[in-house]
Nanobody, 124 residues
Framework: QVQLVESGGGLVQAGDSLRLSCTTSGLTFSSYTMGWFRQAPGKEREFVAALSWTSGTTYYADSVKGRFTISRDNVENRVYLQMSSLKPEDTAVYYC?????????????????WGQGTQVTVSS
């Protein structure tokens, strides 16, 4: 029923910018959190950013704070991740996810629904 679809990934050079989008459908919740996570080969899935849909409050991992911005489009029911000053270490598959209950906002296990992911590759 709930569907999350990411788009916007690609191959860029270090220092470039990229904007990821997550389009949602089938949502029936009164309040929820949208999150962005990433996973590089051989690494754990890592929290990147999150947004409380009802309040608009945002949260960021220390590794991306000041470079990435999470935002929403209330009309289109989309969440975005604007990435700037990209580094090779940002290379990963990026996932959007939805949390429907209160729990640790940075823990992957707290989220109920996930998109399929979009690849971001940053060359040096």
């Amino acid at each position: 029923q709930v569907q999350l679809v990411e788009s916007g990934g690609g191959l860029v050079q270090a220092g470039d910018s990229l904007r990821l989008s997550c389009t949602t459908s089938g949502l029936t919740f009164s309040s929820y959190t949208m999150g962005w996570f990433r996973q590089a080969p051989g690494k754990e899935r890592e929290f990147v950013a999150a947004l409380s849909w009802t309040s608009g409050t945002t949260y960021y991992a220390d590794s991306v704070k000041g470079r990435f911005t999470i935002s929403r489009d209330n009309v289109e029911n989309r969440v975005y991740l604007q990435m700037s000053s990209l580094k090779p270490e940002d290379t990963a598959v990026y996932y959007c996810a939805l949390r429907s209950r209160v729990s640790y906002i940075s823990a992957p296990g707290s989220y109920d629904y996930w998109g399929q992911g979009t690849q971001v590759t940053v060359s040096s």
